[in-house]
């Protein structure tokens, strides 16, 4: 780790004062602390010059590469045009002109927008306005939500609620509401001669029975689509959605589409409930939404859902969920300009060829000795680091693998962040091809690292 210098004066400043997330300080006495003064592309450069390729999109939001010149000047234009203004009673064009193409380019019945400011918050505004449908409704016995095991819809307390990823839940749990867990139709946890398809379906069974016994009681269902992320990357087939759907008009609940890391063209379609061919009650958009560029969420939802709470006002029917920074001028002005590129750029389609390289760079990968699984949707490509492969069996945690991966990257100019043991891929979408060979060397190099000794 010596190739960092621990005297850089920024590093030094910041470990002073700064507390970082996801992270226990106390790991920046042997892990280096990054600092990067620009980006260009899909790279991030450092104060000392020395360069890595963002694998990662910086934590899913980039799609376009950083400092990009066209939201970069929809963002200053903005900024001397109109930076804030109140949301309530007030309302501007960049807010508008984003809600229209929103409602647009998302699948057909969500046609009202509901913004925040981050993915969580996202998430509280959906959980909120689905619970107060009901009680608008008469149904205020509406009070759980189904999530799936392995889910994650972020970190404030009500998001974290309808999390199942140990990491981040189980210190906070005694602060949290309680949701019911149904298994995952997470492709990796397959029986023996299961294919995906079958998976879902015996998913799907699951949830039957789940909302047989609890429907009365149940406001939503919450999931992400096709790719369970901080989860580990765990990826299912799309007939899960289409049966989701089903059920959810059966027995009288909300279909909750968490589509915040997954949304803006990752999985290979601009939305990933488009592959089943669904549209939720709610869907939840963050990350991608401005490009990488500024914190910015939406809820879109449905006329039905909206007319639940349209009365008068003496009927205290209004939703009631507010942030100072809602709707904000700057992040609403690079979200319209992110969406312009998409309909000015063949994105998806570049998309395509882009995955099947990154596809036909990791094959050889399955006859790895330690890597259990080999899986991929779109832009998303993952990677299950093992002990012993015929087993299944992880390494120890406390072992920290994927950590060495993340070491040998930094050290090598890739920014890899495998979560727990599972290396991923999610890199902005103008990374090139010889740039993909390049992360996959890179992370080969590192598996070969951290699985010996
Ligand atoms: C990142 C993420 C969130 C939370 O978004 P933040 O902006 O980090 O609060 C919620 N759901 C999913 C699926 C995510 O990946």
Not at 61 to 75: C, E, I, Q
Not at 279 to 290: A, I, V, Y
Request: charged letters at 20%.
């Amino acid at each position: 780790m010596n190739a960092f210098p621990a005297g850089d004066a920024l590093v030094r400043r910041d470990l002073s004062h700064l507390w970082h997330p996801c992270t226990q300080m106390h790991d920046h006495q042997t892990v280096p602390m990054v600092p990067i003064a620009r980006g260009e592309g899909a790279w991030l450069i450092g104060t000392d010059g020395r360069r890595y390729l963002d694998g990662i999109s910086s934590w899913w939001t980039n799609l376009f590469g950083h400092a990009h010149p066209r939201l970069a000047g929809a963002l200053a234009e903005q900024a001397r045009t109109l930076e804030h203004v109140i949301f309530a009673g007030f309302t501007h064009e960049p807010a508008v002109a984003l809600a229209e193409e929103l409602v647009r380019v998302t699948p057909p019945g969500l046609e009202r927008v509901f913004y925040a400011d981050n993915g969580s918050a996202a998430i509280e505004v959906a959980l909120k306005m689905s619970f107060h449908y009901w009680l608008n409704q008469g149904h205020g016995e509406k009070t759980r939500f189904i999530a799936l095991t392995g889910s994650y819809h972020g970190e404030t307390l009500g998001a974290l609620s309808v999390s199942d990823v140990a990491l981040y839940r189980k210190t906070y749990a005694p602060l949290l509401l309680t949701p019911i867990l149904a298994p995952s139709p997470d492709a990796y946890e397959a029986q023996p001669g299961e294919d995906p398809a079958a998976v879902a379906r015996r998913r799907l069974d699951d949830l039957r029975a789940l909302l047989e016994r609890h429907a009365h009681e149940v406001c939503a269902v919450i999931v992400e689509p096709l790719v369970q992320c901080a989860g580990g990357m765990r990826m299912y087939h799309p007939d899960y959605l289409t049966g989701l759907r089903a059920l959810c008009d059966a027995f009288g609940v909300h279909f909750i589409a968490d589509e915040i890391a997954v949304g803006f063209g990752r999985t290979g379609s601009l939305f990933a409930c488009e592959q089943a061919g669904v549209s939720p009650d709610f869907m939840c958009l963050s990350k991608g939404l401005t490009g990488g560029f500024l914190p910015l969420s939406a809820v879109l939802t449905t006329p039905r859902v909206y007319e639940a709470f349209y009365a008068e006002y003496s009927a205290g029917k209004a939703f009631l969920h507010s942030h100072s920074y809602t709707g904000n001028p700057l992040a609403c002005r690079v979200a319209l300009e992110t969406l312009r590129i998409f309909r000015d750029e063949p994105v998806l389609e570049r998309n395509r060829g882009l995955a099947s390289h990154l596809a036909a760079r990791l094959a050889p990968l399955r006859d790895h000795p330690h890597v259990a699984d080999v899986r991929q949707t779109g832009m998303i490509a993952a990677l299950e680091l093992v002990a012993d492969k015929a087993g299944r069996q992880p390494f120890p945690a406390a072992e920290r693998r994927g950590l060495r991966v993340y070491l040998h990257g930094l050290e090598n100019g890739a920014l890899l962040r495998p979560l727990g043991d599972v290396i991923y891929f999610m890199p902005p979408y103008v990374i090139t091809p010889q740039e993909i060979d390049h992360l996959v060397d890179t992370a080969v190099a590192g598996i070969a690292q951290a699985v010996s000794r």
